[in-house]
């Protein structure tokens, strides 16, 4: 499933231009299967799936990139806000693309990298 959720991605980036403003933000994906990488967030309308990092235009909702939640990537990993934005605003690098998130990722060492590399928070 990895290949097709790259693809569509890839095609949402080059079918739609981003009119500057963008927010970051978790979903879910409802799920009610056996799973590893299941995840349960009693916060959320679905409560019980597949989490995934999303990046979408914050005034029409469209969808720009898209991260699936499989866990760590290393072994006590620290800084995964920091590393989730960092990933879904890669290609919006140099852009000055203005980005909205919550509490949860925002940090001073994420606020500096990303106007290091051209993005607004």
């Not at 995934?52 to 235009?57: F, I, K, L, Y």
């Not at 060492?109 to 590399?117: A, I, P, R, V, Y």
Request: aromatic share 12%; with cysteine; hydrophobic share 35%.
């Amino acid at each position: 499933m990895r290949w097709f959720l790259n693809y569509l991605t890839s095609r949402f980036q080059t079918l739609y231009e981003v009119n500057g403003t963008v927010s970051v933000d978790e979903s879910m994906i409802k799920f009610k299967g056996r799973l590893s990488v299941r995840q349960h967030l009693p916060m959320k309308p679905t409560k019980w799936g597949i989490k995934v990092w999303v990046m979408a235009e914050s005034s029409t909702g469209y969808v720009t990139n898209v991260q699936v939640y499989c866990g760590h990537e290393v072994k006590h990993e620290k800084g995964l806000a920091r590393r989730v934005v960092m990933d879904l605003a890669r290609p919006y690098c140099s852009s000055f693309l203005s980005n909205y998130m919550d509490n949860f990722y925002t940090g001073v060492e994420l606020l500096e990298k990303m106007k290091s590399h051209g993005l607004n928070a």
